[in-house]
């Protein structure tokens, strides 16, 4: 039984959301305050959070940004709602690791199937039986869907490793952002080239030494896309 987090003050969106959810099946808990969340979130163990933006004790955004940075719950996939007054725009969405985002008042069954949608998308991604991917001194592990650098394990967003499992089965390839953006998020998905570029940027900053002359794993072709090197030169 899959399992989602609801990170909700409002009581009445929350038990809404809840009773829809369990109707089709899904294990549901909740947490109020957004102090207690990533307590929750680690004890929990949930396949998906739905966060709402405005909360008692830390807000939606810095939950989000705290799950992201966290090796052990990064990847767990994030509706967040946000109410039409909160000036949340999706670049912002995007920028802190959510996976998609509904503005209040939203259709219930509407977010049950973004629900849905998403954990397909990461299930699909999760038992995928895969070889080890190994460049250099980065490792992908598609059975345990996750990656290392220098033997260190990195907490990449969803999108940032599939991103990064796309590139590297490509290697040595030129890559469109539109090939990108088709292939990672879909045509319905936001639609903005500048999507690929943020989330490019995102892991370049996990797996590249930011120095001039230092470790590079993803080159711009300008003008084009990019592509992942080959191999890592000693
Ligand atoms: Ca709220």
Redesign the pocket.
Same mark, same amino acid.
């Given at each position: 039984m899959k399992k989602v987090l609801i990170i @909700?003050? @409002?009581w009445n969106?929350f038990e809404l959301i809840k009773f829809n959810l369990e109707t089709q099946g899904f294990n549901v808990e909740g947490v109020q305050d957004g102090g207690l969340a990533i307590e929750k979130i680690l004890e929990y163990q949930p396949d998906l959070i739905i966060l709402? +933006?405005? +909360?008692?004790g830390k807000d939606?955004i810095t939950i989000c940004r705290d799950v992201r940075i966290n090796p052990d719950i990064s990847y767990t996939p994030i509706i967040m +709602?946000t109410?039409k007054s909160e000036e949340f725009d999706k670049v912002l969405g995007l920028e802190i690791g959510a996976d998609d985002y509904m503005t209040k008042p939203f259709g219930v069954k509407e977010l049950c199937a973004r629900v849905k949608a998403v954990l397909r998308r990461t299930e699909s991604l999760l038992f995928k039986e895969e070889e080890a991917i190994k460049i250099g001194e980065l490792l992908i592990e598609p059975k345990a869907f996750e990656v290392y650098l220098d033997e260190k394990k990195l907490a990449l967003t969803l999108k940032e490793y599939e991103l990064l499992v796309f590139l590297a089965k490509h290697r040595g390839q030129v890559l469109t952002r539109d090939q990108l953006l088709d292939q990672i998020w879909g045509f319905d998905y936001y639609g903005e080239t500048r999507t690929v570029d943020v989330h490019i940027r995102y892991l370049r900053k996990k797996i590249e030494d930011q120095s001039e002359h230092g470790r590079k794993f993803i080159e711009t072709v300008r003008g084009v896309g990019y592509r992942f090197v080959e191999k890592i030169e000693d």
């Open positions: @909700e003050d @409002e969106i709402d +933006l405005m +909360l008692p939606g +709602l109410a």
